[in-house]
């Protein structure tokens, strides 16, 4: 065979994999899609409805160049493989360069691999196949429905109450915080009251009032608190004492959605950031003497574990731990009914790349990540933990008062997943039955029930896993979606849901009802999973949908009232009507409400909001600046001489290893430039 091209998305893949395959294959980029849907047609949908919802596509802007210099090489080439990403994204991406770039049949082949290593892409190119088109049709869609819903949506929710977007998922992961804000709101806080013992014994312990004889009671008034104080006496005779050995188990190796959350639990991650640096740890990363790719493919749904990595971590553990800490292999092919392309769980490519020994290539963010990811998949096949629990309970006059505590006798998993959670053991003195301990020190305290928490990233994340809702590689784009987009903002790391939210979630429900919720979200990602497998007709389940869709949207169109512009307070002075805020291509602006009779715009007053000293230039200052979008921005006023910028708001402060800005970012406070992060 001739001369052999290898295409796949990224830049720094291609760099990975062309080292393992050597001069006889010549590996480039796609850089991601090559196309999308065009934006003409019916409703700028790019979908012809009446003719079996056949879409039109066109090359994404941009792209043409990539796509000239692509058909060049598959000319020059006697082979082409498509080695996009082993999901459907990536089948997608496959099929639509072999459609662009005119690839005969027989002149391509599929490869896919879950890691970024030398064997394993060696294999994947021995072992080609070709295109799923089931999978092809089932993101195509998607892609078509999100498309249909998205800009219908969209239109309406811009036209009649100033909003940004809506969408298939977004706008249920939406509803979802809306729903738990008015939970909160409409909470009714109920007085409750706890009375604790408090034991000063060689080890010090606290003990809970729980029971009066065999019933248990809730102490709802400080009344009853009193009573309580009012029969008991200083000395408490030792009831009963419950040991039990208790196991805890490691969780399996981490999917998409549960690396998201704990990430973000663990490490402080954003979803957005967490895909971001684990795609640089998959994709290649430069150790000195090779270039590897550190962990396997991390949009998957499966918790499988190979054969090849299983006996080799089993090794290490046996070597490096003893016998003793081997656990059970804790394998799924399926982790839920609703799974996409069930691969590998999320693990490192080598148990032998240990995070420490590689630290030096490593920036911080993917070290830490890199670290979490390895040992949850090490953990994953070590032996439970044993806790030696012990509950006691204490009676004084017939009030019964409890406290447990517990004793890690074999760590386990522990071993090397400790740091990673979170434990409330504690130590108890030892008990004998019919023993009395003596105490002055009663504590009685008021409280109030607590609405239910608002969600933060990791909860949501695994709200809308649970629910079926979307697929977890589209979670960080949602929730960075509906953030940006201006329907929530984030208070303590919770989503908090603006007027605007609440404004299109009561819209949507009132004429969408029957789409925009839970139900109906994750029944449709069943059918898009039936259509991978081959058992639905994709032009039957759009047919369907939109049959039920659109004469809702135009219902929409015609009687979903329009929120009126909101007035300054200041009258026109060309005309006396009432100055009003409209929104335009570039951010709000101050027009004529009687518009298109009168066109009066009012000038905007430029005002520069300084920050501080330029520390670069040293001649300008740092000001508050929009885009030609109206985004907002932080930059010198000495442009274009001093070039200093960045989209996080500067703290005033500079950064003392290298003297820019040190900015207020969603990781905190860090600098602008370098490495450097504020403790």
């Known amino acids: 065979m001739g001369k052999k091209l290898v295409i796949v998305e990224s830049p720094s893949k291609s760099h990975t994999i062309g080292k393992y395959l050597g001069s006889d294959y010549k590996v480039v980029s796609s850089m991601g899609h090559i196309r999308d849907l065009a934006t003409t047609g019916r409703y700028g949908l790019g979908v012809d409805i009446e003719n079996g919802f056949t879409p039109s596509y066109i090359p994404i802007k941009g792209k043409g160049n990539i796509i000239k210099d692509l058909k060049k090489e598959v000319k020059d080439a006697d082979m082409v493989y498509l080695a996009s990403d082993p999901d459907r994204e990536g089948e997608a991406i496959a099929w ?41 049709k089932s993101q195509e869609t998607r892609r078509i429905l ?41 909470f009714i806080p109920e007085e409750y009251w706890t009375i604790t013992a408090h034991f000063d014994d060689k080890v010090p312990f606290d003990a809970d009032f729980f029971r009066y004889k065999e019933d248990d009671v809730k102490l709802e008034t400080e009344e009853q608190a009193d009573e309580v104080l009012n029969n008991i006496s ?78 080799s971590t089993k090794k290490l553990i046996e070597e490096e731990y003893g016998k003793n800490y081997l656990g059970s292999v804790k394998v799924s092919k399926k982790k839920t009914d609703n ?17 420490k020994k590689i630290k030096e290539y490593l920036d911080k963010d993917e070290f830490k990540l890199y670290s979490l990811i390895y040992k949850r998949a090490l953990a994953s096949l070590m032996a439970d933990a044993i806790v030696d629990q012990t509950t006691v309970i204490l009676n004084n006059n017939d009030y019964k008062f409890k406290t447990s505590g517990s004793i890690i006798i074999f760590d386990g ?103 925009i919720n839970v139900k109906y979200t994750s029944n449709m990602e069943e059918d898009l999973d ?65 518009y298109p009779t009168c066109k009066y715009i009012q000038k905007e007053e430029k005002h520069e909001e300084i920050l501080m000293d330029c520390p670069v230039c040293k001649k300008g200052q740092i000001v508050e600046r929009k885009t030609r979008k109206g985004k907002i921005f932080w930059g010198c006023n000495n442009y274009p001489k001093c070039k200093t910028a960045t989209w996080d708001k500067p703290t005033g402060e500079v950064c003392p290893k290298c003297g820019k800005l040190l900015v207020d970012s969603k990781d905190g406070i860090k600098c602008m430039e370098c490495d450097y992060v504020k403790e």
């Open 96 to 136: 639509h360069l072999k459609d662009t770039l005119g690839i005969d049949d027989d002149k391509y082949l599929r490869v896919k691999f879950n890691e970024i290593t030398k064997n394993k892409i060696l294999e994947s190119i021995n072992n080609p196949g070709k295109i799923d088109d089931n999978l092809v």
């Open 146 to 186: 999100d498309r249909i819903i998205g800009f219908r949506l969209s239109k309406l929710l811009q036209s009649k109450i100033d909003a940004k977007s809506a969408g298939r998922v977004q706008s249920v992961a939406l509803k979802l915080i809306v729903d738990r804000e008015r939970e909160i709101e409409a």
């Open 234 to 311: 200083d000395k408490y005779k030792v009831e009963n004492v419950e040991k039990k050995n208790r196991k805890r188990s490691s969780k399996p190796p981490f999917i998409t959605s549960t690396l998201q959350q704990e990430a973000s639990t663990k490490l402080g991650f954003s979803a957005k950031k967490t895909m971001s640096v684990a795609q640089k740890l998959y994709e290649g990363i430069d150790l000195g003497s090779e270039r590897a790719g550190l962990i396997t493919y991390m949009r998957t749904d499966s918790i499988r574990l190979s054969d090849d990595f299983v006996a």
């Open 339 to 355: 799974v996409q392309d069930a691969h590998e769980g999320i693990r490192p490519t080598s148990i032998l790349r240990d995070p």
């Open 413 to 515: 998993y522990l071993k090397v997943y400790g740091d990673y959670e979170s434990s409330d053991d504690k130590v108890l003195p030892e008990f004998s039955v019919g023993e009395d301990k003596i105490t002055k020190d009663v504590e009685k305290e008021q409280h109030f029930t607590k609405p239910p928490a608002r969600y933060t990233e990791a909860k949501l994340i695994k709200e809308l896993e649970e629910l079926g809702i979307g697929r977890p590689s589209t979670y960080a784009t949602i929730l960075d979606t509906i953030r940006t987009h201006g329907y929530v903002k984030m208070e303590d790391k919770k989503f908090v849901p603006l007027e605007i939210g609440f404004q299109a979630t009561d819209k949507l429900q009132e004429f969408f009802s029957d789409i």
């Open 530 to 594: 039936e259509i991978a497998d081959g058992k639905l007709v994709w032009v039957n389940v759009l047919r369907e949908f939109y049959d039920k869709f659109e004469p809702l949207v135009k219902k929409a169109f015609s009687e979903m009232e329009k929120t009126p512009a909101k007035e300054t307070g200041e009258m026109c002075p060309e005309c006396g009507s009432p100055l009003v805020v409209r929104k335009g291509k570039y951010g709000e602006f101050v027009a004529c409400s009687n």
